[in-house]
């Protein structure tokens, strides 16, 4: 689809100057180009400064202008077919650039501009381990202690591993549990509770064992504002809000979709379909916000990333969180894969996890980075504290363009450091996410060419029918619509219904009605050996389906009517 993009309010800054300033002046107001020397190493941690020593010190950086950064955006928004950006870039402890461009929703003349207020998603994590940071400097909370301690009702599957798994667990993607367990808790929206994500822990089944593997998890970090919530005696919103936020100077932002006030701007996610523009529902359920609730600004952000890079200390010279918890916040943790495509254009080895972070290298130099994705809004954040450099970037589609562009910024800086620099990053992200795409698509013809077409189901439909119960999520309904189809229903989520259509032997696609789901699922029904249905199992028809629809860690047994 052909589609004009149109420029909202951008703020290139002079540093030390916070004032709006048009594309004009920032013409003749060019930051200063380079950074000689480094900044102190005091902020990294052992595997960060080790790294950094093989790299050696880093030279003058080659700054990019606001009309560069500006051709990169536009570039990455062609190629992604993005309706909206926000970037917002720190260096030297000033904002470099902050701004927006295109629209905030489709068929409207809203901007996007440097106001604009975006769900950030899973960089929200980063946001509550500082929260954390902050009671620990206040006694309130340790981070190697059990998390039991704060929430006495927390439960995981083994006994042993609740009496052991602390505070820095949760935040760390260590616990055992196979990636994205009890996501379908949070997505589609659903009617979950906190209360309800601390109960469901106890029954979700580990795949490996306790800190043994990365596995990437969404509820724990749940988990973790609840220990806020206990520890402050305040909501976690509220915390955050009122003790991390408000301090940095980010009183835009707000820790849930919720409480963006109705007259704010804010982006509306988007998805395309057919290579077409279509709006789909954010994610407003108020039960993510520790986890992937923060909404924010290309502005707020930059105060973010500034209040990073100085160790925990706000504009105004505060040390809001101390310098040892600072450096607790990026110190590695939990051993990771690095991208393949990281590692063959960045150079990327070495890769943890911290507590909300990634750590990583990036042409030989330390970098944190974190992405996130809510349906319809994509996000990406990096820092390079060595280099005194910071990049957001977030849109309002499912794309690759946030990392795109934070990265062709980063490259952009570092052109001068390393000869490996002048990557196209937009094209390296844009052929990852088609080689991903075009794999599943042919594993998912693969099946179908296999699947043997002449079976049918071995009872009537009407057998099949009836109420299934999995502990950790509840039940779900299998009924007869007039068509005489067996239909799924999620009591979780109303969102979560459609049609089984039959695929071999007693097992059925479900086509959930809401298509832009991308996430049809294999409904498989499980026999006894008298013939009767005992459960079924389930699993994403294509293996690009998000990881947080994770109908495979379901085991929903049949439920008998009663009497």
Excluded at 8 to 23: D, Y
Excluded at 44 to 59: D, E, Y
Excluded at 504 to 519: E, K, P, S, V
Aim: glycine fraction near 8%; charge should be negative.
């Amino acid at each position: 689809m052909n589609f004009r993009r149109r420029s909202g309010k951008t703020r290139p800054h002079h540093p030390g100057a916070h004032q709006n300033m048009s594309k004009s002046s920032a013409a003749t107001t060019t930051p200063p180009h380079s950074l000689q020397g480094s900044r102190s190493s005091r902020g990294l941690r052992p595997l960060a400064l080790a790294i950094g020593l093989l790299a050696g010190a880093p030279a003058a950086l080659a700054a990019p202008s606001a009309s560069d950064i500006e051709k990169d955006i536009a570039r990455a928004m062609d190629t992604f077919q993005v309706p909206g950006m926000a970037v917002a870039v720190v260096h030297q402890g000033k904002t470099w650039y902050s701004g927006g461009t295109g629209i905030a929703e489709m068929n409207t003349a809203n901007k996007v501009d440097d106001d604009t207020l975006f769900q950030i998603a899973s960089v929200t994590k980063a946001f509550t381990a500082a929260a954390l940071a902050l009671l620990v400097d206040e006694g309130k909370v340790e981070w190697d202690a059990p998390v039991i301690d704060y929430l006495p009702d927390f439960r995981m599957y083994d006994p042993w591993v609740t009496r052991e798994f602390t505070v820095r667990d949760l935040l760390t993607h260590r616990s055992g549990l196979p990636l994205g367990a009890g996501d379908l808790l949070l997505v589609p929206q659903t009617n979950t509770t906190r209360d309800e994500v601390v109960r469901a822990m106890r029954h979700l089944k580990p795949s490996s064992s306790f800190r043994s593997e990365f596995a990437y998890d969404n509820l724990l970090f749940i988990i973790a504002g609840e220990v806020i919530a206990a520890a402050s005696g305040m909501p976690y919103e509220d915390f955050v809000e009122r003790e991390l936020l408000a301090p940095i100077g980010m009183g835009d932002c707000t820790a849930g979709l919720t409480r963006v006030p109705a007259s704010a701007s804010k982006a509306t996610p988007h998805l395309l379909v057919d290579g077409e523009w279509q709006i789909t529902d954010s994610l407003a359920n108020p039960l993510i916000a520790p986890t992937g609730g923060i909404n924010c600004s290309a502005g707020g952000m930059a105060l973010w990333m500034q209040f990073l890079l100085a160790d925990g200390k706000t504009r105004n010279g505060e040390q809001l969180v101390s310098r040892e918890q600072m450096k607790e916040l990026f110190n590695p943790v939990t051993l990771t894969q690095s991208r393949s495509y990281l590692v063959e254009h960045a150079g990327a080895f070495l890769t943890a996890y911290a507590l909300g972070w990634n750590v990583s290298t990036f042409y030989g130099q330390p970098v944190y980075t974190h992405g996130g994705g809510l349906w319809g809004m994509t996000t990406y954040i990096a820092l390079l504290p060595e280099q005194d450099l910071a990049v957001f970037a977030s849109n309002n589609l499912m794309s690759s363009a946030p990392l795109a562009v934070v990265n062709d910024i980063v490259d952009s800086f570092l052109a001068e450091t390393s000869n490996e620099s002048g990557k196209d990053w937009v094209a390296i992200a844009h052929d990852a996410a088609n080689t991903r795409v075009a794999d599943a698509d042919s594993e998912v013809a693969q099946a179908a060419a296999e699947r043997d077409s002449d079976s049918t189901p071995r009872l009537p439909l009407k057998d099949y029918t009836g109420t299934y119960n999995d502990p950790w999520y509840g039940n779900i309904e299998i009924s007869l619509n007039k068509k005489g189809q067996l239909w799924f229903t999620s009591e979780r989520s109303a969102t979560l219904e459609g049609p089984l259509e039959h695929f071999q032997y007693d097992t059925f696609i479900a086509r959930w009605t809401d298509t832009t789901l991308n996430a049809d699922a294999y409904v498989s029904f499980e026999l006894s050996p008298e013939g009767g249905v005992e459960g079924i199992q389930m699993k994403a028809v294509s293996p690009a389906t998000d990881f947080s629809f994770d109908f495979h860690d379901l085991n929903l047994r049949y439920v008998p009517e009663e009497g």
